[in-house]
């Protein structure tokens, strides 16, 4: 199990074999599996945190850096943004979504 500074570290970049999509607001993830993934919050509606995220993982940003990027956009608390944007990458990175 990796730590958050760890993943604060990574690089992301799209996974190879997936594509996200953006649809009235809502991203979709679509995996190697099969897998259909939406991005939106836990009440169903569309997230625009997370598809801030998706929009600034390009493979030359690291987590931290999309940590910071959200910081300035968003009124969130530098740590909680931190740990919070590791978590959905690594979720991400999980899904197939996304590779480090």
């Not at 990796?2 to 649809?23: C, K, M, N």
């Not at 939406?38 to 945190?49: F, H, K, R, T, Y």
């Not at 940590?67 to 919070?84: G, I, K, Q």
């Amino acid at each position: 199990m990796t730590t958050v500074d760890e993943r604060l570290s990574w690089v992301p970049r799209l996974h190879p074999e997936a594509g996200i999509q953006a649809v009235q607001g809502t991203v979709w993830a679509a995996t190697a599996d099969q897998g259909l993934h939406s991005l939106d919050d836990a009440s169903g509606a569309p997230n625009p945190v997370a598809a801030r995220i998706v929009e600034l993982v390009d493979g030359k940003r690291s987590v931290g850096d999309i940590a910071s990027v959200l910081c300035e956009e968003f009124e969130v608390e530098p740590r909680r943004c931190a740990e919070e944007t590791a978590a959905f990458v690594s979720m991400l990175v999980q899904k197939k979504v996304l590779v480090r």
